[in-house]
C-alpha cells in the first residue's frame, strides 16, 4: 500500500516534468521508431510546446560528381526536408518528409541531383503560416540561390514557393563605395542586376516580428544579412554586407539581453575548421568578431562539427544549445549530431565546451 502511493507520487512528478534528455553527441541518434535521425544542417522551431527539428535528408551512395571533382566535393542525392517532432529534445518522432525532392524532372529546382541544404523554419504571425528558407543549388554549387516553401502547420506539407537570387537591383546598406580597389566588394557589383549569391543560410525572427536571411554570397568571401518581408517570403530590400572576405559560412544566429550573436564557420567543405563567433548591437551590424567559442580538447576542429543552428530553450532564458554537423565525407548519409550547451561568459563571450553526454531538460 505504501509503496503503491509512493509509486503513484513518483508518476505524478514525471508527468509534470519530462524527463530530461540525454545528450551523446557524435553518437547515433534514433527516432521513435528505432531509425537514424537523417536531418542535417537542420534548425529547430518551437511551437505549441512542441520541437521540430527539419534537415536535410541524405540519403544512399555517396559519390564525387565530376563538376566536383576540382574541389572534392562529394554528393548525395537530395532525399528533401525531414521533419522531427520532440516534447522533450530525445524522443523524436518521425514526421516524414515535409518537402520531398522530385526523382523524374532534371530541371525542377528540388531535383533530387540538385543541392538542397540547411533548411530553417520560422513562423509568421501576420500570415499563419510556416515559412521555410534553404540553399537551392545545382549539382556544382553554381547556381547559388535561396529556396522558399510554406505551409499551414509546422509538419507540412511545405508547398514550394520557389527559388532566386536575394536582393537583385538592391544595394547593400554598406560596402558599395569605390572600394575596389582592394577587389573586395567585385562579385557583389557583379551580381547586383541579377541577385547576390546566397549559399550556406539562417533565418533569424526578432521579436519585434521582423526576420533576416543570413547568407555566404559573394563567392563565399562575404556574408549578407537581410531584412524579409513582412509576410517572410522574399528579401525586403535592405541587406547589410558584414565579415568582409572572412569566407564565413554554417551561420547560426541567437539574441541574448538585447544583442545579437553569431556563430559560423570558415569555408573548408565536408572537413572541419575553427569556430568563429561574433557579437552586433545591430543585426544589420557593424558586427565584432570574438573568436572560436570552443574550449578543450577538439575545439580547435571544433570537435570535428560544423555549427547550422543555435536552440533557445523555451521558457529558460539564457540557456542555449549550439547545434552542429559532425560530416562523414565519404558517407554523407552516416553524418552525426554534436549538440552542446552555450553559455556566454561575464564578458559576453559565447562558450562552447565538450561534453560526451550530458542531460538536457526542455523547458517549456
Ligand atoms: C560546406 C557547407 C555545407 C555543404 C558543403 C558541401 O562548406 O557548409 O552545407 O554545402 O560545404 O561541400
Redesign the pocket.
Known sequence: MKSGLLCAAITAVSCAWAAPAVIEPGAVWLDTQGRPINAH?GGLLHDRGIYYWYGEVKQGRTYLPKVNQAWG??RVIAGGISCYSSADLGAWKNEGIVLPSVADDPDHDLACEN?I??PKVIYNARTKKFVMWF?QDSPN?AAARSGVAVSDLPTGPFTYVGSFRPNAGKRPLNGTERNVADGSNEALVRDLSGGQMA??MTLFADDDGKAYHFYASEDNQTMHVSELSDDYLQPAGRYARIFVGRFM??PAVFKRGGKYYLIA?G????EPNAARSAVADNILGPWTELGNPCRGAGAELTFSG?STYVLPIAGQPGRFVAIFDQWNKWDLEDSRYVWLPLTLDNDGQPLIEWQSRWTLSPGR
Open positions: 544542417g566535393g562529394t543541392v541544404e540547411r540553399h554549387y549559399r550556406d559560412e554554417a564557420s569555408c573548408t567543405g565536408w560544423q
